[in-house]
């Protein structure tokens, strides 16, 4: 249940009550695709730099080690030992990201499996299956994550089976939900706007999903690239037509001052693979903007990743040192860099959810704005 605590403007603070704990937000989640954040970060080190969420991939999970097997394991939450919220996607960005592997037809989407070959087929009915089996505390929707630009007769027609498939969806999670051997029969269902970067389609579905009455939506399909000034578009002609007492989750976003500029126009929760995936490749966020540790003047650098930054990673270790495993492939230099952004990422969350409080929000985004996304 989201309960809406506070607004400045459009920006909203809440909380989002679930069986798993409650999340304060504006929230990030913290991305471990197959139940871990890629760089050597395990769920136990998600509890120490402030994660709430953590959000795994439903058909990567499928495809291995199955979900069959995370659930005689007891679900994602056993499984991984992470004890807060859980939420699934639905395997629907697969159906964008894995465009030369797959198949859609009314009924659902034939993939084979990147691992294998394997043909596999899922609808939304064996998505919520699936989730069920992982027992996430949120599943997300199976939905068709369209390329942008897209033409406008196909996104027509797409969102359409979108919301045909979110009507399954419900019904299969109802049925799933109300079963004696289901393992967490509290699973929340989470639709997802699509529409491309058609603004007609875009609120139609909206209206059309928020009839529903489901326990959340995201706005999907962004972040694919297209500019970000098209992005802010979409979601602020969106962002009427949504539920003000449900919870609003932007997909796959995204750099801070994206999460930023989205919280200002009234998102609650986000998640994105890039502050893990391009730690991993040296590049750092700090408070003064992102540094590339690659650089050769970090060489002997004894000074911390960001000197204002109080996580573990900067109270300990120098840039020098973090470069010097990162070129020589280490492990540890990615584990370091991982935790430190996604340490910066929760704590940004942090502040903006006190900023809220403290009815200073615009203040924040104002100070931070031109400042922690430019490169150093």
Same mark, same amino acid.
């Given at each position: 249940?989201?309960?809406l605590?506070?607004t400045?403007?459009?920006?909203?603070r809440?909380?989002?009550?679930?069986v798993?704990?409650?999340?304060?937000?504006?929230?990030?989640?913290?991305v471990?695709?197959?139940g871990?954040?890629?760089?050597?970060?395990?769920?136990?080190?998600?509890?120490?730099?402030?994660?709430q969420?953590q959000?795994?991939?439903?058909?990567?999970?499928?495809v291995?080690?199955?979900?069959?097997?995370?659930?005689?394991?007891?679900?994602?939450?056993r499984?991984t030992?992470?004890?807060?919220?859980?939420?699934t996607d639905?395997?629907?960005?697969?159906?964008?990201?894995?465009?030369?592997?797959?198949?859609?037809?009314?009924?659902?989407?034939?993939f084979s499996?990147?691992?294998?070959?394997?043909?596999i087929?899922?609808?939304?009915?064996q998505?919520?299956?699936?989730?069920? =089996?992982?027992?996430s @505390?949120?599943?997300m929707?199976f939905d #068709?994550? %369209? /390329?942008n630009? !897209? +033409?406008?007769?196909?996104?027509?027609?797409?969102?359409?089976r979108?919301?045909?498939?979110?009507?399954?969806?419900k019904?299969?999670?109802?049925?799933?939900n109300?079963?004696?051997?289901?393992?967490?029969?509290?699973?929340?269902?989470?639709?997802? =706007?699509?529409?491309? @970067?058609?603004i007609?389609?875009?609120? #139609?579905? %909206? /209206?059309?999903? !928020? +009839?529903?009455?489901?326990?959340?939506?995201?706005?999907?399909g962004?972040a694919v690239?297209?500019?970000p000034?098209?992005?802010?578009?979409?979601?602020?002609a969106?962002?009427?037509?949504?539920?003000?007492?449900?919870?609003?989750?932007?997909?796959?976003?995204?750099?801070?001052?994206?999460?930023?500029?989205?919280?200002?126009?009234?998102?609650?929760?986000?998640d994105?693979?890039?502050?893990s995936?391009?730690?991993?490749?040296?590049?750092?966020f700090?408070?003064?903007?992102v540094?590339?540790?690659?650089?050769?003047?970090?060489?002997?650098?004894?000074?911390p990743l960001?000197?204002s930054?109080?996580?573990?990673?900067c109270?300990?270790?120098?840039?020098?040192?973090?470069?010097?495993?990162?070129?020589?492939?280490e492990?540890?230099?990615?584990r370091l860099?991982?935790?430190?952004?996604l340490?910066?990422?929760?704590?940004l969350m942090?502040?903006?959810?006190?900023?809220?409080d403290?009815?200073?929000?615009e203040?924040?985004?104002?100070?931070?704005?031109?400042?922690?996304?430019r490169?150093?």
């Amino acid at each position: 249940m989201y309960k809406l605590l506070k607004t400045e403007k459009q920006a909203r603070r809440g909380e989002f009550q679930t069986v798993h704990g409650t999340v304060q937000t504006p929230a990030f989640m913290n991305v471990a695709t197959c139940g871990a954040i890629k760089g050597g970060v395990s769920a136990y080190d998600l509890q120490q730099i402030k994660c709430q969420v953590q959000l795994c991939n439903t058909y990567h999970l499928h495809v291995r080690p199955g979900d069959q097997v995370v659930a005689q394991m007891g679900g994602l939450h056993r499984f991984t030992g992470f004890n807060g919220p859980i939420l699934t996607d639905s395997g629907g960005f697969q159906v964008f990201s894995l465009a030369s592997l797959r198949t859609i037809q009314e009924e659902g989407v034939w993939f084979s499996s990147h691992v294998d070959g394997r043909k596999i087929f899922m609808g939304p009915e064996q998505s919520m299956q699936i989730q069920s =089996n992982l027992a996430s @505390t949120i599943a997300m929707a199976f939905d #068709e994550c %369209m /390329k942008n630009p !897209a +033409e406008y007769a196909y996104a027509k027609e797409s969102c359409a089976r979108t919301a045909r498939w979110l009507g399954r969806c419900k019904a299969e999670m109802q049925r799933l939900n109300a079963l004696e051997s289901t393992i967490n029969p509290q699973q929340l269902l989470f639709g997802i =706007n699509q529409g491309a @970067t058609y603004i007609d389609l875009r609120v #139609e579905h %909206m /209206k059309t999903i !928020a +009839e529903m009455q489901l326990d959340g939506y995201a706005i999907g399909g962004l972040a694919v690239g297209e500019p970000p000034e098209v992005m802010y578009e979409v979601i602020e002609a969106v962002q009427p037509f949504m539920p003000v007492d449900k919870i609003r989750y932007l997909m796959g976003v995204g750099t801070p001052m994206n999460i930023l500029e989205a919280v200002r126009r009234g998102v609650d929760l986000f998640d994105c693979v890039m502050p893990s995936r391009n730690a991993r490749h040296g590049q750092i966020f700090t408070w003064n903007g992102v540094i590339n540790l690659n650089n050769a003047k970090y060489v002997t650098d004894s000074a911390p990743l960001d000197e204002s930054c109080d996580c573990e990673v900067c109270r300990r270790y120098s840039k020098g040192y973090i470069r010097h495993l990162l070129k020589s492939g280490e492990m540890l230099g990615m584990r370091l860099c991982v935790l430190h952004n996604l340490y910066f990422y929760n704590t940004l969350m942090e502040r903006i959810r006190q900023a809220l409080d403290e009815d200073r929000f615009e203040a924040l985004y104002m100070r931070l704005k031109g400042v922690i996304d430019r490169r150093i």
